[in-house]
């Protein structure tokens, strides 16, 4: 039984950091993808991040730069560091897994997913 358990959220003014991390177990697909979604009150549940097996990584336009995903597979966790962080930021978090190799950041490639943590960003 695949389980993921993310931690981290909290409040943080505009330009500060915060970084998420996302226990992972159960999830012994060798061909994998995992990732990071983020959805504020009334908006679609959007990508954020992902990282495939081989660390080749892909980000939202909107976070590029400033965000970035990792993994260590030693500790079976998933990070996203987040920097220079803007009030639009504001969402709950989610990390999310997949069952294969994923070609984007749509939530369609992706089957196991954690409850979330809230990231709140003030101006």
């Known amino acids: 039984q695949v389980q993921l358990s993310e931690s981290g959220g909290g409040s943080v003014q505009a330009g500060g950091s915060l970084r998420l991390s996302c226990g992972v177990s159960?999830?012994?697909?060798?061909?994998?993808?995992m990732g990071w979604f983020r959805q504020a009150p009334g908006k679609e549940r959007e990508g954020v991040a992902q990282?495939?097996?081989?660390?080749?990584?892909k980000y939202a336009d909107s976070v590029s730069g400033r965000f970035t995903i990792s993994q260590d597979n030693v500790k079976n966790t998933l990070y996203l560091q987040m920097n220079s962080l803007k009030p639009e930021d504001t969402a709950m978090y989610f990390c999310?897994?997949?069952?294969?190799?994923?070609?984007?950041?749509?939530?369609?490639?992706?089957?196991?997913w954690g409850q979330g943590t809230q990231v709140t960003v003030s101006s």
């Open positions: 990282i495939n097996f081989d660390d080749n990584t």
């Open positions: 999310a897994a997949a069952r294969r190799y994923c070609g984007g950041l749509s939530p369609d490639y992706f089957y196991y």
């Open positions: 159960g999830y012994t697909y060798t061909t994998y993808c």
